[in-house]
């Protein structure tokens, strides 16, 4: 298994937390996306979106973030990172794809240089652009998470799942961007109850082979 | 089965074709988010995201249009959305997010009515910003879809599936948004393929209760 990364993606990130939980052994490639590496012709034969990440297992290349982490629960199943139960497998998703479309992709790095430098509203501009849509969904979140019986240690029980895997890398992109998030008082707990666990830690952006120095 | 729809949301209007492919029968509710319904309380208390739509069945309240038709396609399994095989049911689903995660959410009604208004683009501004996103969207779909050996009648082969389900009301946000759809022939000759269908055709945005009369 191969996986096309870079550290700062959050999109890699969320993949690099689900291989770790499954227990799957991956080669690391970096693609610098600040060179713009996924934009050019090697990366694109990989994967012609030009987005990160892209996994690689044998003959078959799989991208988007949600794509390749189902298809490793289904054919890598244990440990599950979905519950049994259909309500209960919809609540996980529910909460995995506030972050994966109603919060990342108006965040991206496409979308925040494209307001900040095409549409001229500079760094103050776009780190007020990424609060508000970052702000909406955590108050989503929160209000998902907060008082529902099912929330447990981490968003869906005691385990970690999909919904954690995707909350993680969320809040790390708001510290990124300067955004609040102690208003968000049961998503700060479950995003640091998951960095306890080594395979968050292994994932995090500071620790991959193409992360700068600290 | 019960769904909180409004006519126009692109959004709802995979969640119908879903349940119409699926040939689940619903009491439709319409919420005119034009009105500011979705942000009422009464359809607050059945989802605190003040998204659209939402699923009622049973007991049970369901939230995000993909975690719903993934939970249709676990709980009425038969005509399956997605293929048997995981690295097609990837293709498949990666296909999905496209529209979900690259193009809906950059464009929908929030997100167009900050730069027009709140941005001060203008309703030219907001034509544009919409065009962006769905022309670098339509072109990687477009790139997926032609010349890949599993693409046929419809995305994946010669029965609607998921990707279609997401495909449709995306190429409808671009003619209502002015977006040149030409250079997509695979993307355009798909969403008629998939509108010659009852089900993709019961589901469109006009036929429904709550749209205007012609």
Same mark, same amino acid.
């Given at each position: 298994?191969?996986?096309?990364?870079?550290? *700062?993606?959050?999109?890699?990130? $969320?993949?690099? /937390? +689900?291989?770790? %939980?499954?227990?799957?052994?991956?080669?690391?490639? &970096?693609?610098?996306?600040?060179?713009?590496?996924?934009?050019?012709?090697?990366?694109?034969?990989?994967?012609?979106?030009?987005?990160?990440?892209?996994?690689?297992?044998?003959?078959?290349?799989?991208?988007?973030?949600?794509?390749?982490?189902?298809?490793?629960?289904?054919?890598?199943?244990?440990?599950?990172?979905?519950?049994?139960?259909?309500?209960?497998?919809?609540?996980?998703?529910?909460?995995?794809?506030?972050?994966?479309?109603?919060?990342?992709? *108006?965040?991206?790095?496409?979308? $925040?240089?494209? /307001? +900040?430098?095409? %549409?001229?509203?500079?760094?103050?501009?776009?780190? &007020?652009?990424?609060?508000?849509?970052?702000?909406?969904?955590?108050?989503?979140?929160?209000?998902?998470?907060?008082?529902?019986?099912?929330?447990?240690?981490?968003?869906?029980?005691?385990?970690?799942?999909?919904?954690?895997?995707?909350?993680?890398?969320?809040?790390?992109?708001?510290?990124?961007?300067?955004?609040?998030?102690?208003?968000?008082?049961?998503?700060?707990?479950?995003?640091?109850?998951?960095?306890?666990?080594?395979?968050?830690?292994?994932?995090?952006?500071?620790?991959?082979?193409?992360?700068?120095?600290?």
């Amino acid at each position: 298994v191969k996986l096309y990364s870079y550290f *700062v993606s959050s999109a890699s990130y $969320r993949a690099r /937390i +689900a291989l770790n %939980l499954k227990g799957i052994e991956y080669e690391y490639v &970096s693609i610098d996306a600040n060179k713009g590496e996924h934009l050019a012709a090697e990366y694109l034969a990989v994967n012609p979106q030009g987005l990160l990440p892209a996994l690689v297992d044998g003959d078959n290349t799989l991208t988007q973030s949600l794509a390749i982490i189902e298809y490793l629960e289904e054919t890598r199943p244990d440990p599950p990172l979905l519950p049994a139960d259909p309500v209960e497998r919809a609540r996980v998703r529910a909460l995995a794809l506030v972050p994966a479309c109603e919060m990342h992709p *108006v965040n991206n790095r496409r979308v $925040r240089n494209y /307001i +900040a430098e095409d %549409l001229g509203h500079g760094r103050d501009g776009m780190i &007020s652009w990424v609060g508000r849509w970052n702000a909406r969904g955590f108050e989503t979140l929160e209000a998902m998470l907060s008082g529902n019986p099912h929330t447990g240690v981490f968003c869906h029980g005691d385990r970690p799942t999909l919904a954690d895997v995707y909350l993680v890398p969320q809040v790390d992109v708001a510290r990124r961007f300067e955004t609040d998030v102690s208003p968000y008082p049961t998503v700060l707990r479950i995003a640091e109850a998951c960095l306890e666990l080594p395979e968050f830690q292994a994932a995090k952006p500071e620790n991959q082979p193409d992360a700068p120095p600290s």
